[in-house]
């Protein structure tokens, strides 16, 4: 365990609860100087007793120890809200529709930032019936690749794993697509929205000045 409850979190907790020391201590078999302890650093709570700890106050026992609380202000979820978390260790790909503690060979993991995508990271969007096809623009070794590629709605989320020496390219269902993730084992997690007028057209071949740039560009990196 690389983390451990600290006496500030028991103390924000207890107090957001409006319990006095006395009361925690009583609900976990302890003395309320005990809890001063905790809460003023001069001890631990046993191992033994973390359970009890975050079933007194209504929360996961990850939770606790992060010192990270989960709220779901929206209940219902949404998957615009979508986090993804990438173990650096084994590559592991981990979706939440919100805030959440996770952990993956030991370390705890933050959601990834997404950047926009950019010059060394070019996507290209094109509709082919009822789908989204996309590309990238990179390269697929087994040092540097696309490990993959999801397409994200109000209420689902597409994504396929990529892997080295394969393509950067995917096909998903549109479904109210918005928004297109793709990750860079080197650079990180990036992101497109769908772009209105030029990506929901219902042929690649239209008179939108920027699609036909689009493809000059998409032409020249694939041609």
Known sequence: ?????????IKELREQ???????????LGVSDKTVS????????????????????????????????????VNVSANMMRSKFYVCPVCGNVIHSMG?????????????????????????????????YFVRIDHDMTK???????????????????LYPE??????????GVRKIYFYCNRDG???QDIVK???????AYDDSSERRELEKAADMLFG
């Open 1 to 9: 365990m690389n983390q451990y409850i600290t006496g500030t979190a």
């Open 143 to 161: 040092s540097h690749h696309i490990s993959f590629i999801a397409a994200v709605s109000s209420d689902r989320c597409q994504m396929v794993k």
């Open 99 to 131: 805030e959440a503690v996770i952990h993956c060979h030991g370390i705890q993991l933050m959601p990834a930032d997404a950047e926009s995508s950019d010059e060394d990271h070019m996507i290209f969007i094109d509709r082919v019936e009822d789908e």
């Open 197 to 203: 007028g030029i990506d929901d057209k219902t042929s």
């Open 37 to 72: 302890k905790w809460e003023t650093a001069k001890g631990y709570p046993d191992i033994t007793l973390l359970e009890l700890i975050a079933d007194a106050f209504g929360i996961s026992l990850p939770e606790l120890i992060s010192g990270h609380q989960i709220k779901n």
């Open 189 to 191: 997690l990036f992101s």
């Open 166 to 175: 394969g393509n950067a390219e995917a096909r998903f269902k549109i479904n």
């Open 17 to 27: 609860r409006k319990m006095t020391q006395l009361e925690l201590a009583e609900v």
